[in-house]
């Protein structure tokens, strides 16, 4: 019998996490760099169990990846835009050719599939506003199958977060 591997047993579901879990994923949240030494003394385990712990949470899809945080302004993507995106055709075909061209423009740094007027939402980074022109004009708007688009200019942010709080 073929194994199944750890991810694709829990893909779709939901895991179970006690108190220690969601403290040792507070913890990881709040500092990835955290070493598991410094998690175990803080939430009164010893280091194996907390090692367990964070493999299972990875091994369940819990913890998808580490990441670090970047403050855009300071590598010269200082404007950030809300991009709205409708397609004229809504195909699977269409939509996978869509998504997987949005997946190879590095200055969408997210993309939401959402309801309403709209079908896609993309965060998008540029250097300035003459950038995010030719990103439009150039790349956005050359794409087959693209019905509208708009664009909103965020002024400034007052929360991001990637915390779950719990």
Request: glycine share 6%; hydrophobic share 40%; proline share 2%.
């Amino acid at each position: 019998m073929e194994k199944i591997p750890e991810k694709e047993k829990y893909a779709g579901g939901s895991v179970s996490l006690d108190e220690k879990d969601w403290a040792i994923l507070r913890l990881l949240q709040e500092n990835a760099k955290i070493t598991v030494r410094e998690i175990a003394g803080i939430v009164h385990l010893s280091t194996t169990p907390v090692h367990e712990r964070i493999k299972r949470m990875e091994d369940t899809g819990v913890i998808l990846q580490y990441a670090t945080l970047v403050d855009y302004r300071k590598v010269k993507k200082g404007l950030m835009v809300i991009c709205y995106v409708s397609l004229k055709e809504h195909s699977k075909k269409s939509g996978t050719k869509f998504i997987r061209t949005i997946n190879e423009l590095p200055e969408v740094i997210e993309c939401y599939n959402i309801s309403g007027e709209f079908d896609f939402m993309l965060k998008v980074v540029a250097e300035n506003m003459d950038a995010y022109y030719d990103f439009h004009v150039n790349k956005l708007g050359q794409l087959e199958n693209i019905g509208h688009m708009q664009s909103t200019f965020v002024m400034g942010v007052i929360k991001q977060t990637h915390q779950l709080i719990h």
